[in-house]
């Protein structure tokens, strides 16, 4: 059995959550913007996130990984289920659920770019920058957290704890 440890509550993340939904409608207030969420990960991130956004919203999702059922990236991305709608000339905003080493989020911006996004905005709810291998600008970010292995709020280990409401350390 694994040990985990609460590190940041529910009403915290949904108060974050509920901050970031009002900065992009502020940021974007008519103008419509594409949700692309990154499987598995932040899909609880982007339905909690979608409901606080009052602007015009498209939602689209792609599954990418660099982890595989390991604790460390190996660097190589993976895109296993890619969006089902054009983003040709669109405003993106790319939600993930953690940023890390950076390598997962840099490529997939560089992958939206490359289908034709007229720009493509970076949304995290959390950040781990200790481990940042590539620099990336998040342009929405919920916590800054340790460089300790999370699960919790979609965050898995081995596909587990990710029902879990809080954001929690977890001894392996």
Same mark, same amino acid.
């Given at each position: 059995m694994n040990n985990v440890e609460k590190l940041i509550s529910e009403q915290e993340i949904l108060k974050k959550v509920e901050e970031i939904g009002k900065k992009i409608t502020d940021d974007f207030k008519d103008e419509s913007v594409t949700i692309v969420s990154v499987l598995k990960g932040s899909f609880i991130f982007t339905a909690d996130l979608v409901r606080f956004i009052k602007s015009p919203v498209e939602i689209a999702f792609i599954a990418a990984s660099s982890y595989g059922a390991s604790t460390v990236s190996s660097g190589e991305l993976k895109i296993?289920?890619?969006i089902d709608i054009p983003v040709k000339g669109q405003t993106?905003?790319?939600?993930? !659920? %953690?940023?890390?080493t950076g390598l +997962? $989020?840099? &490529?997939l911006k560089e992958y939206l770019y490359e289908l034709g996004a007229k !720009?493509?905005?970076? *949304? +995290?709810i959390f950040d781990k920058p200790d481990r940042r291998e590539k620099q990336v600008t998040i342009d929405y970010c919920g916590f800054v957290i340790p460089n300790e292995f999370v699960v919790g709020y979609g965050l898995d280990y081995n596909?587990?704890? &990710?029902?879990? &409401?809080?954001? *929690?350390? %977890? +001894? $392996?």
């Open positions: 296993r289920y890619d993106v905003i790319l939600v993930e !659920d %953690i940023v890390d +997962t $989020i840099s &490529r !720009d493509v905005k970076i *949304c +995290t596909n587990k704890y &990710r029902n879990l &409401r809080n954001l *929690c350390k %977890i +001894t $392996i």
